[in-house]
């Protein structure tokens, strides 16, 4: 009965080992496909990066702009206004 019940276990651990066995063998594998798979998509993942810093760069160039001609116009109006009421008031 004892050496039955031992001959059960070591079948198994037998079982287990190979299952384990077969899920490092196979994990591998699939991670080594996920990191083969990564490095090349970092090229363009680089340079979408890049277009979109450039990107980036010209869309503050272009609100800078947007902002300054934002301010003159506002300085417009107020002299233009200033100028209205000065007239209103000679008139």
Known sequence: AMQK???EEGEKEKELYERFM?????GNGDLS????GAND???QV???IEASEGKLAQTKEDLKG???DRSAAK???KEAKALREKEAAAF
Do not use: F, N, R
């Not at 077969?22 to 196979?26: G, I, R, T």
């Not at 496909?33 to 083969?36: L, N, T």
């Open 75 to 77: 300085t417009a109006m």
């Open 46 to 48: 680089s340079s979408d």
């Open 41 to 43: 998509k970092i090229p």
């Open 66 to 68: 947007a902002q300054e």
């Open 33 to 36: 496909a996920s990191i083969s």
């Open 22 to 26: 077969c899920y490092c063998k196979k």
């Open 5 to 7: 019940k031992v001959e």
